[in-house]
């Protein structure tokens, strides 16, 4: 037996999926799923589609992202794309594609991209080596009334970052325009590794930030 794909509307019956490749990250998107697929033949990476978590359909290879003289998916770890990370929270999904070499942790990053409906994919040009890996919007910061957008870039600068965008948040943006970053202290501590909006931890009236690393 191999490793399966599998799905469950209450945490103890699971149904097994049968994707057209290996399933590895998975988003949440307007009532679906998106997945990043990673295919046998012919190889490369794809966006998938899903709306029971057990039937994938592909609808973007990441190559259509990146210029025809740019890195390609499926050629080997020393060049090109080798990995795709989707992210997403609040009908935003964003998609780091890494370049997964020996001497970077996490992979370093090549392109990210954001989206709100799977299909049509804008560059978001984060910093140079972001690599996002963790979202959150379901929090006020600020006490206005709007839930606002936490961005963790484990990659950035090698020391990681965590963005924070004061919402209502519309369209894609860069890192550098945030409203908050907050850098990392250590490098390769991979700052920002996790990012959530917890609540109002200590009862001032505002939504809290917690910020994970890994040293």
Known sequence: TGPGVYASGDGRNWFDGTPPGVLGSVAPLGGDWLGSLYLMDPSGIAVATSANGLDWSAVLDVNDLTPPDG????????????????????GLVVMTLGWNHCCATPSAAIGVFASTDGITWSPADLQSGAYVTAMATNGDVVGDGVDDLLVGSPGSSW??????????????????????????????????ISASIQGDLDADGLDDLAIGSVS
């Open 71 to 90: 890195p390609k998916a499926g050629l080997g770890m020393e060049s090109g794309i080798t990995e795709a990370t989707l992210v997403g929270e609040g």
């Open 159 to 192: 020391l990681g970052m965590a963005t924070l965008f004061y919402g209502p948040v519309v369209g894609t943006s860069t890192q550098d325009n945030g409203d908050v970053l907050i850098g990392g202290a250590f490098a390769s501590a991979q700052f920002g």
